[in-house]
């Protein structure tokens, strides 16, 4: 199993790019900016995207990625997510007022597109790979994903606050390898991060704390003004657990 890191910053600009993971070459976990940078024949095999939660820098290409290769593929695009996410999706965005609802084109019997619910703990199986959703507490209904090979186990946060929920899940994961996990700002903006349920360093850190097993950690979501602020304060603050930052381009293959 290899994932690749299409897009891991908390914004754009340059060469950043906002969340989105490529697992072998055909399943998204998040479908930011950075799915725009995959060539047409990449994107046409594309059949499943694993949603952590519905704001645009983790779904906006969902829209573009269907449009595009609709038309290329024979059956549709799969979108996984718990059921508040969906009807955020359904009403908000493929809605014919911001995007077209492609779950009825070309028609409702043979769509470009369709929604599969997912729900915490259960995992959904696509051939040997497993992907299980985790607790997650942000603004909007959130989860994070779990990815077994059944070697090893990867998980990503997706974007959260201080959740000791997630942590009693990740505490039981005997083959856990790689943790990926979100640290949106710096501790100069811990009361931002705080409203806007997200972490910085100094809580990071303390969530990091609740880790009992060992795993390579990884630091994503970093605000592109504060990307080095940003990380000195989490190796200053949470320096014991050797964490990196993650890039584009980063491959996992577990």
Same mark, same amino acid.
């Given at each position: 199993? *290899?994932?690749?890191?299409?897009?891991? +910053?908390?914004?754009?600009?340059?060469?950043?790019?906002?969340?989105?993971?490529?697992?072998?070459?055909?399943?998204?976990?998040?479908?930011?900016?950075?799915?725009?940078?995959?060539? /047409?024949?990449?994107?046409?095999?594309?059949?499943?995207?694993?949603?952590?939660? +519905?704001? /645009?820098?983790?779904?906006?290409?969902?829209?573009?990625?269907?449009?595009?290769?609709?038309?290329?593929?024979?059956?549709?695009?799969?979108?996984?997510?718990?059921?508040?996410?969906?009807?955020?999706?359904?009403?908000?965005?493929?809605?014919? @007022?911001?995007?077209?609802?492609?779950?009825?084109?070309?028609?409702?019997?043979?769509?470009?597109?369709?929604?599969?619910?997912?729900?915490?703990?259960?995992?959904?199986?696509?051939? *040997?790979?497993?992907?299980?959703?985790?607790?997650? *507490?942000?603004?909007?209904?959130?989860?994070?994903?779990?990815?077994?090979?059944?070697?090893?186990?990867?998980?990503?946060?997706?974007?959260?606050?201080?959740?000791?929920?997630?942590?009693?899940?990740?505490?039981?994961?005997?083959?856990?390898?790689?943790?990926?996990?979100?640290?949106?700002?710096?501790?100069?903006? @811990?009361?931002?991060?705080?409203?806007?349920?997200?972490?910085?360093?100094?809580?990071?850190?303390?969530?990091?704390? @609740?880790?009992?097993?060992?795993?390579?950690?990884?630091?994503?979501?970093? *605000?592109? +003004?504060?990307?080095?602020?940003?990380?000195?304060?989490?190796?200053?603050?949470?320096?014991?657990?050797?964490?990196?930052?993650?890039?584009?381009?980063?491959?996992?293959?577990?």
């Amino acid at each position: 199993m *290899k994932l690749r890191i299409l897009g891991c +910053s908390g914004g754009i600009g340059g060469e950043l790019r906002t969340t989105s993971m490529l697992l072998d070459d055909d399943i998204l976990i998040d479908a930011g900016t950075g799915v725009g940078n995959l060539p /047409l024949d990449a994107l046409a095999r594309i059949g499943h995207v694993f949603v952590t939660h +519905s704001h /645009l820098d983790h779904v906006a290409c969902i829209p573009f990625l269907v449009d595009t290769v609709g038309c290329m593929r024979n059956r549709p695009i799969t979108v996984h997510a718990i059921d508040p996410t969906l009807e955020i999706l359904r009403e908000h965005l493929f809605n014919w @007022k911001l995007w077209p609802d492609f779950t009825r084109i070309p028609n409702p019997e043979n769509p470009f597109m369709r929604y599969s619910a997912v729900a915490l703990g259960q995992t959904v199986r696509l051939g *040997k790979r497993k992907i299980t959703p985790l607790p997650a *507490k942000h603004v909007v209904p959130a989860v994070g994903y779990r990815i077994d090979s059944g070697a090893a186990s990867l998980v990503f946060s997706g974007d959260t606050t201080t959740n000791d929920a997630l942590w009693d899940e990740v505490n039981r994961i005997d083959n856990l390898r790689y943790l990926i996990i979100e640290t949106a700002f710096c501790n100069r903006e @811990k009361g931002l991060a705080i409203d806007s349920m997200h972490l910085c360093p100094s809580m990071l850190a303390e969530e990091l704390a @609740k880790l009992r097993r060992p795993a390579e950690i990884y630091i994503t979501h970093l *605000k592109p +003004s504060e990307i080095e602020l940003t990380m000195s304060e989490v190796e200053r603050d949470a320096g014991a657990h050797h964490p990196r930052m993650l890039r584009n381009g980063d491959i996992f293959e577990f």
